[in-house]
């Protein structure tokens, strides 16, 4: 649990946070990372059918076009499809009113897809695909501890001091760029892509994954020490606990990656 003086140095330093929050971009380069380890198990057909679509080399391109819209009409629209809450700490079915929710809407976009693989709407979905299944590979977009998926929970640390991000800030960007340290985009991808290999038999079923990520949330992102049932205002995270999460985030970039390129291979046969 956090100490009395850092607990009163995250809480004061929550009001700067929220304040400032709205003006982030979240987990850009964690998007890019999974669609360039999807790149590179493309099949010939499907990257030949991406490249005309698109008009672009890379699915990196397109991956955080989703967030980039986000504050546009359309954007809105689509905003409660980027996450899906699933409790933590007891059993109940995840909260989709209306199919507003990431495993729903990328049950749709891919269904789309397969009717229709080259129409006038198939860029778009392609780019919604790309982006959802990285989200959904992300614990806290499959979590909820009343806390708005780690939104609400600010921590310290020797990367965020004095509150300077919350705990989904956190598994959203920082581990990502302890990821990243010293290496290019490229070179990342790569060694994901060499390191957690694609699984010929992997299901690709997006509530599957909602579900695999939920179970990282409970043991990994919620694993800190002072954890509690219910909102958790402020945490440390331990340099442990770090190791750990890095470990997960590459983890679940390759897989969202390697997931990723099955979708689409099986669209562009």
Same mark, same amino acid.
Request: proline residues 5%; charged residues 20%; hydrophobic residues 45%.
């Given at each position: 649990?956090a100490?009395?003086?850092?607990?009163?140095?995250?809480?004061?330093?929550?009001?700067?946070?929220?304040?400032a929050a709205?003006?982030?971009?979240?987990? $850009?380069?964690?998007?890019?990372?999974?669609?360039?380890?999807?790149?590179?198990?493309?099949?010939?057909?499907a990257?030949?059918?991406?490249?005309?679509?698109?008009?672009?080399?890379?699915?990196?391109?397109?991956?955080?076009?989703?967030?980039?819209i986000?504050?546009?009409?359309e954007?809105?629209?689509?905003?409660?499809?980027?996450?899906?809450?699933?409790?933590?700490?007891?059993?109940?079915?995840?909260?989709?009113?209306?199919?507003? !929710?990431?495993?729903?809407?990328?049950?749709?976009?891919?269904?789309?897809?397969?009717?229709?693989?080259?129409g006038?709407?198939?860029?778009?979905q392609?780019?919604?695909?790309?982006?959802?299944?990285?989200?959904?590979?992300q614990?806290?977009?499959?979590?909820?501890?009343?806390?708005?998926?780690?939104?609400d929970?600010?921590?310290?640390?020797?990367r !965020?001091?004095? $509150?300077?991000?919350?705990?989904?800030e956190?598994?959203?960007s920082?581990?990502?760029?302890?990821?990243?340290?010293?290496?290019?985009?490229?070179?990342v991808?790569?060694?994901?892509?060499?390191?957690?290999?694609?699984?010929?038999?992997?299901?690709?079923?997006?509530?599957?994954?909602?579900?695999?990520?939920?179970?990282?949330a409970?043991?990994?992102?919620? $694993?800190?020490?002072?954890?509690?049932?219910?909102?958790?205002?402020?945490?440390?995270?331990?340099?442990?606990?770090?190791?750990?999460?890095?470990?997960?985030?590459?983890?679940q970039?390759?897989?969202? $990656?390697?997931?990723?390129?099955s979708?689409?291979?099986?669209?562009?046969?």
């Open positions: 649990m100490r009395p003086d850092t607990l009163r140095r995250l809480l004061v330093a929550g009001v700067l946070y929220a304040a709205s003006c982030w971009a979240w987990g $850009g380069t964690g998007h890019r990372l999974a669609a360039m380890v999807a790149d590179q198990d493309l099949s010939p057909r990257r030949a059918a991406i490249r005309s679509l698109t008009s672009s080399d890379s699915l990196a391109d397109g991956a955080n076009w989703m967030d980039e986000r504050n546009t009409a954007g809105r629209r689509m905003s409660r499809w980027h996450f899906v809450n699933i409790e933590i700490c007891q059993p109940a079915p995840p909260k989709c009113k209306d199919d507003q !929710c990431a495993p729903a809407q990328l049950e749709l976009a891919v269904a789309a897809l397969q009717r229709n693989p080259r006038i709407d198939a860029a778009q392609i780019r919604v695909i790309t982006h959802l299944i990285a989200d959904l590979h614990p806290l977009h499959a979590a909820d501890n009343h806390d708005f998926g780690g939104n929970l600010l921590i310290a640390n020797r !965020c001091k004095d $509150g300077a991000c919350s705990l989904h956190y598994w959203d920082q581990l990502v760029k302890m990821l990243t340290r010293g290496a290019s985009f490229s070179e991808a790569a060694r994901l892509g060499a390191t957690v290999p694609a699984q010929a038999s992997d299901p690709l079923r997006p509530w599957d994954w909602a579900a695999e990520a939920n179970r990282l409970i043991k990994y992102a919620y $694993g800190f020490q002072g954890f509690s049932c219910g909102p958790v205002r402020a945490a440390e995270l331990t340099p442990e606990y770090d190791q750990a999460a890095v470990a997960v985030v590459a983890q970039l390759a897989r969202a $990656g390697h997931r990723l390129a979708v689409l291979n099986s669209v562009y046969r």
